[in-house]
């Protein structure tokens, strides 16, 4: 990633203020939610819905992240209980739960909804899905791989 201090040549032409550029800098090192106080290591949480008999759960455990939940019904309590507010994936692995996804998306719409399924998700549906990936095309480590940070 380029400096954008050296884009513009401000940090080496004098053309900005020392307060100008840490205050450049400190943007750049500004951390979100999903990361560490410290800043060094990315902190992923995901909501698995479903059975997950092919274990992307577990895959995405084994690549640092925190995986809730649900095997029951995934209705709006379900959800909030799970901590979906704060997640920033959600996992289907049972189709026929796919009344979820916009309610997932409504309480969180920042949430990568992922589908890891055999079957198709309902039209309604497949609009607010951000990925659907069959398990016979792509096993759970790739699929984690991919969705780790």
């Not at 053309?15 to 450049?24: L, S």
């Amino acid at each position: 990633m380029t400096d954008t201090d050296d884009a513009d040549g401000d940090a080496n032409t004098g053309g900005g203020t020392d307060a100008e550029t840490c205050a450049d800098t400190d943007d750049d090192l500004a951390t979100d939610e999903d990361t560490v106080a410290n800043g060094d290591t990315p902190v992923r949480t995901a909501i698995v819905v479903g059975l997950d008999d092919d274990s992307l759960g577990a895959a995405l455990t084994d690549r640092g992240i925190e995986v809730e939940r649900i095997d029951g019904v995934a209705n709006r309590e379900a959800l909030e209980n799970a901590g979906i507010a704060d997640t920033s994936l959600f996992v289907l692995t049972d189709v026929r739960q796919a009344t979820a996804i916009p309610v997932a998306k409504d309480l969180n719409p920042d949430l990568r909804a992922v589908i890891y399924a055999r079957d198709s998700i309902p039209e309604f549906a497949r609009g607010q899905a951000d990925l659907q990936v069959d398990p016979d095309l792509l096993a759970p480590a790739i699929v984690a791989e991919e969705l780790a940070p």
